[in-house]
């Protein structure tokens, strides 16, 4: 059965706003288990990471602690975090830099008497207990009697610790040093030292905690294995728009720093094509990488594909067996270009011009590859209507993306704004279908690759770093229900951007916590089920502010239920089709402990919001849910809905 009769339903009764609901309001739910719709894709739990913010860089997925550590900008700068020692001689080498433009190099004149020489850095946040682990790269020349490394804690001078380490005269080469810190500090100073007469210079530094997983950082990675997203999409995003791809691979410390060509700081290039693919094959997850369409080229763009997918006899498979990857990766998932409908985009070009570059990229991809899949860039309305036409045949899905900014005080409101978009691009897709010229009965499923909240409320967590509450986890709860209505149209789902940047989960220097609507993602993508199935709540409000919807999976029925009003609500479930007796019922709930819709979880405080799971509920036919919350009721629970 198609999505007609999984529309949330609405009868057709007078509205009542929904802040003049009565207080004994209790809805009838009517769920036909024996009414299936198209199965659920998998991939509407899937996630998109950027660079940008913290995401990856900064302290978010990437591990590194470490800011500009390859010196893209002139110490002393106010740009730069890295001040000159000591007040020292120090300018920025542009004579055989180590990676990059230039490099700090540190020098005594002729009349100064030997001396310290070198950079620091402040602002490091350490944990007693724990092993840090770093190096440099350095240079002395002669005159240079000792370098060390210093970790400073506090003002006084007795306070620190100090690394020596040899001294070799002559090119570039790398210092590795271990720090275990005495107590919990949040403002450590790094020094890379040298003392003598002559010229110290150094090329690059790092700097992480030794639980790093190959440089991913292991207190996030651990929760995104609990999100378990199927895909994820990386690199942007309007990020792709201007990245070079060959900046991101290779020796990492010899990948040169650029800034970021959509957003602000610098992008040091640590996490390439090969690290993000590690992270997926960590995250057991499946890769969706998009390629530079703004200012990029068909011939670069097919040397990345080649550079994953190519046997080791190619050019590019050759080059990616030196990086120390000799099998192909077989990405299947490639997004021809981000966004390019928008004059904020690198690149961008009017519509007619853009679906000839689109199909020329899409014609190099399957010559390459036959087997890969293509996403196309789309967004609803006259955009869509030029670009669908002319490029149905070369499209395998198409991408929409969608955020909604408002901070409503009504919080039924607030919720619906994430399902409404779903179902507005979902209905517009639909009837693109039936009457758009070449698009007429063509099939290209959505990929809504970006969808979120976005709020203009502080960036606590960097740049775009916005906090969610519960009231957010609400409206990503309703949302994926709409997806489950919608599952004849939507194929993929992309939550943006998972990590810090209006992010799923927040992290702090030193933790990291799962916000409301990553609690919220991990439950549905765990225990939701495969099929949706016919589910009507009869009310007179609207919009109303519960939304239930229901899924089945084998023997399992699952039933989603949102709650935006400030009270309990008892919900009466006429379940048909489904024999409930006998079945173990257990129960899933978000909900804030002091029934806040403002309520959060913060990555240095003990979790608030938690996941709360109870066994062997009684049902009696009705379920009474808690104010602002979430609420997975499951049956049977012996089989396994995840997919």
């Known amino acids: 059965m198609k999505h007609l009769f999984l529309v949330f ?26 009414q299936h719709g198209e199965a659920i894709s998998p991939f509407i739990y899937g996630q998109f990471i950027e660079h940008l ?12 602690m470490l800011e500009d550590r390859k010196f893209f900008y002139h110490v002393g700068d106010k740009e730069s975090p890295w001040k000159a020692i000591y007040d020292c001689n120090l300018r920025m080498t542009e004579q055989q830099p180590f990676v990059g433009k230039h490099s700090p190099e540190s020098f005594t004149a002729e009349n100064e008497e030997p001396r310290w020489l070198g950079v620091w850095q402040n602002g490091l946040a350490v944990r007693k207990g724990k092993k840090y682990i770093g190096y440099a790269w350095v240079k002395p020349s002669e005159g240079i009697q000792r370098i060390e490394v210093h970790f400073h804690w ?13 001294v070799n005269v002559g090119d570039f080469y790398k210092i590795e040093f271990t720090y275990e810190p005495i107590g919990d500090f949040d403002n450590v100073m790094i020094e890379i030292a040298a003392f003598g007469k002559g010229i110290f210079t150094v090329g690059c530094v790092s700097l992480m905690p030794a639980d790093n997983v190959n440089g991913l950082r292991a207190d996030t990675l651990e929760l995104l294995k609990r999100l378990d997203s199927p895909i994820y999409r990386w690199p942007g995003g309007n990020f792709v728009s201007g990245y070079d791809w060959k900046d991101g691979i290779g020796e990492r410390d010899k990948r040169p720093p650029r800034k970021n060509p959509a957003w602000k700081g610098v992008e040091p290039n640590d996490f390439g094509v090969n690290e993000f693919l590690y992270f997926c094959e960590i995250l057991k997850t499946e890769p969706y990488i998009a390629v530079n369409t703004g200012n990029g080229d068909v011939v670069n763009a097919v040397q990345e594909l080649e550079y994953v997918n190519g046997a080791v006899q190619t050019p590019m498979g050759k080059l990616r067996e030196e990086h120390g990857h000799a099998e192909p990766y077989n990405v299947t998932w490639w997004g021809i270009g981000n966004e390019m409908y928008g004059n904020w985009q690198i690149g961008h070009i009017p519509v007619a011009k853009y679906v000839e570059k689109h199909n020329a990229f899409v014609d190099a991809f399957r010559e390459k590859d036959a087997k890969v899949k293509v996403i196309g860039v789309g967004n609803v309305g006259k955009w869509d209507e030029a670009f669908l036409p002319g490029t149905a045949k070369h499209l395998d899905l198409i991408s929409e993306h969608f955020y909604v900014g408002a901070t409503k005080d009504n919080v039924t409101e607030h919720v619906r704004q994430i399902p409404n978009e779903v179902k507005r691009i979902a209905d517009a897709h639909r009837q693109y279908r039936k009457t758009l010229q070449n698009f007429k009965d063509v099939t290209i499923p959505i990929a809504l690759d970006e969808w979120n909240y976005w709020h203009k409320t502080p960036q606590i967590f960097g740049e775009l770093g916005i906090r969610y509450n ?9 949302g994926l229900h709409e997806f489950v209505r919608q599952s004849d149209v939507y194929f993929m789902a992309n939550y943006a951007q998972t990590v810090n940047v209006i992010g799923c989960i927040k992290t702090s220097k030193t933790a990291a916590k799962m916000e409301t609507t990553g609690l919220v993602l991990e439950l549905y993508r765990k225990h939701f089920g495969q099929l949706p199935v016919k589910t009507e709540t009869e009310t007179e409000i609207k919009p109303s502010p519960v939304d239930v919807q229901a899924t089945v999976s084998d023997d399992d029925l699952c039933i989603g239920i949102v709650n935006s009003l400030s009270r309990d609500v008892t919900i009466k479930l006429d379940i048909q089709k489904f024999d409930t007796a006998g079945k173990k019922l257990k129960r899933y709930e978000i909900a804030d402990p002091h029934e806040d819709p403002n309520g959060f979880n913060d990555p240095d405080q003990p979790y608030r919001i938690e996941i709360q799971e109870t066994e062997n509920v009684t049902f009696n036919g009705s379920a009474v849910v808690k104010p602002y919350s979430v609420t997975l009721l499951k049956f049977d629970g012996t089989s396994t809905p995840k997919h």
């Not at 007078?14 to 009565?22: E, N, R």
């Not at 506090?154 to 040899?166: G, L, Q, R, T, V």
């Not at 519960?470 to 309703?478: F, M, P, Q, R, Y």
Request: glycine share 10%; charged share 25%; hydrophobic share 40%.
């Open 470 to 478: 519960v009231k957010d986890g609400l409206g990503i709860a309703a």
């Open 154 to 166: 506090s003002n006084k001078k007795e306070e620190h610790d100090a690394f020596k380490m040899p």
């Open 9 to 34: 339903v609405l009868l057709s009764c007078p509205i009542v706003l929904a802040q003049q609901v009565a207080d004994d309001w209790s809805p009838t739910v009517k769920i036909d288990a024996s």
């Open 53 to 64: 913010g913290r995401c990856i860089n900064g302290g978010g997925i990437w591990a590194e």
